[in-house]
Each structure stands twice: as structure tokens, then as C-alpha cells.
T-cell receptor
Framework: GAGVSQTPSNKVTEKGKYVELRCDPISGHTALYWYRQSLGQGPEFLIYFQGTGAADDSGLPNDRFFAVRPEGSVSTLKIQRTERGDSAVYLC???????????????FGAGTRLSVL | AQTVTQSQPEMSVQEAETVTLSCTYDTSESDYYLFWYKQPPSRQMILVIRQEAYKQQNATENRFSVNFQKAAKSFSLKISDSQLGDAAMYFCAYRRWGGATNKLIFGTGTLLAVQP
């Protein structure tokens, strides 16, 4: 596609529910990243995929958070038993490849605003 | 661990004037990238400018330029001839050179207002 697409744009859920957030990266981009942006803060890294595998998941806050990228394109961020503290904007980014040079620029989607009531 | 600090939560500039946004960072590495991203109310982060640490020459993109002081670990953004469309949150970000992780480390941002 022309850019990174994230759906839904906004998601409202109740505490304890399960949610899935979807990211469709730029076509041909092998690297995909998830970030979380809390109100008034900069984005914080969650997980990075190279192809289908999670190369770095050190930013996932706990085992309620999980992400997949089964075919090396679309990725889904899954949050179980949501808590009010999970409320944030979840941003996805992709890059052509993770190595040096101009190809490592991360292009971001518009994010999903998650509100846990 | 690397950190990025933006000490100006808000800045204001008159249209057509010049403004400088500050950023400092902490790292023990010698090779890395630095970025400025713009985030308008639409939430989409847009890359403004990028600097490789090994390059001594400051990066420039049209009205945007940086002052990169490696020894001082400072990376400020200068916006010349400010336009109303420049109003947004601006984030400074750091990325390691190579390695297994390619994550960006962001500062807390500076909200720029442009007065007509």
C-alpha cells in the first residue's frame, strides 16, 4: 500500500476484555515495529519483527501482550485481560530492511487509540 | 541504556520566524542515528530529518536543519521561515547502528505553536 495502515483507528473496550490491533505495513517492507504512546509521552518500543519472526520483544510490558506476523506482512498486536493502564495510542512502523543506510527509515501509521473503560 | 531528553515541553514562534528545538541524549556508543519526527494531530509520525553520527556535516532538509554536537551529545532542530503547517509535536529519537535491535528511543516531545 501507499503507507502503513492501522485498524481500527479507535477502539473502546471494557476492563478485562481481549483486543486485537492490526497493522498493514508498506508493501515490501520486511521490518515491522510496534510502539505504545501514552498521553504526553513519546512512543515506547514494544516489539520488532524481521520477516515472520520477532527479533526483539524486549519492550512488551508483560505476558498479556503478544504480537504475530505469520506471513511476514500484516501484524496483529493482541492484548489479553485489558487494564485501564493499557489505554494509549499504539503505533506501528515499517522499514524496507533493518540494516544501515536510507533503507532503515521507519515509516509510521496513524496509530490505534485504545481506551479501556 | 540510551536516553533522549527534550527539555522544552512547549515552544511558540511567529510565522516566517526561526525557532530552535533542543534535544540531548546519552549513549556510550560511537555510531548511531538521530532523528527528528513531527507528529500532527492526525497522530502519524512524519520523519523531518536524520543524522548519522559518523557524519560531521549537519543534515539539512529545505527549511529544516540540525546542529549536531557529538561531544556534547546535543542534537537541536532549527526551523527557518516557520509556516502554520509546522505546528505539531516534535520528537527527537535515537537509534543504534546495527545490532539485533532496531528500536527508536524517543524523547518526550516539544509542542510547537506557530502564531500567524
Amino acid at each position: 500500500g501507499a503507507g502503513v495502515s492501522q485498524t481500527p483507528s479507535n477502539k473502546v473496550t471494557e476492563k478485562g476484555k481481549y483486543v486485537e490491533l492490526r497493522c498493514d505495513p508498506i508493501s515490501g517492507h520486511t521490518a515491522l515495529y510496534w510502539y505504545r504512546q501514552s498521553l504526553g509521552q513519546g512512543p515506547e518500543f514494544l516489539i520488532y519483527f524481521q520477516g515472520t519472526g520477532a527479533a526483539d520483544d524486549s519492550g512488551l510490558p508483560n505476558d498479556r501482550f503478544f504480537a504475530v506476523r505469520p506471513e511476514g506482512s500484516v501484524s496483529t498486536l493482541k492484548i489479553q485481560r485489558t487494564e485501564r493502564g493499557d489505554s494509549a495510542v499504539y503505533l506501528c512502523a515499517s522499514s524496507l530492511n533493518p540494516l544501515g543506510g536510507s533503507k532503515n527509515i521507519q515509516y509510521f501509521g496513524a496509530g490505534t487509540r485504545l481506551s479501556v473503560l | 541504556a540510551q536516553t533522549v531528553t527534550q527539555s522544552q515541553p512547549e515552544m511558540s514562534v511567529q510565522e516566517a520566524e526561526t525557532v530552535t528545538l533542543s534535544c540531548t541524549y546519552d549513549t556510550s556508543e560511537s555510531d548511531y542515528y538521530l532523528f527528528w519526527y513531527k507528529q500532527p494531530p492526525s497522530r502519524q509520525m512524519i520523519l523531518v530529518i536524520r543524522q548519522e553520527a559518523y557524519k560531521q556535516q549537519n543534515a539539512t532538509e529545505n527549511r529544516f536543519s540540525v546542529n549536531f554536537q557529538k561531544a556534547a551529545k546535543s542534537f537541536s532542530l532549527k526551523i527557518s521561515d516557520s509556516q502554520l503547517g509546522d505546528a505539531a509535536m516534535y520528537f527527537c529519537a535515537y537509534r543504534r547502528w546495527g545490532g539485533a535491535t532496531n528500536k527508536l528511543i524517543f524523547g518526550t516531545g516539544t509542542l510547537l505553536a506557530v502564531q500567524p
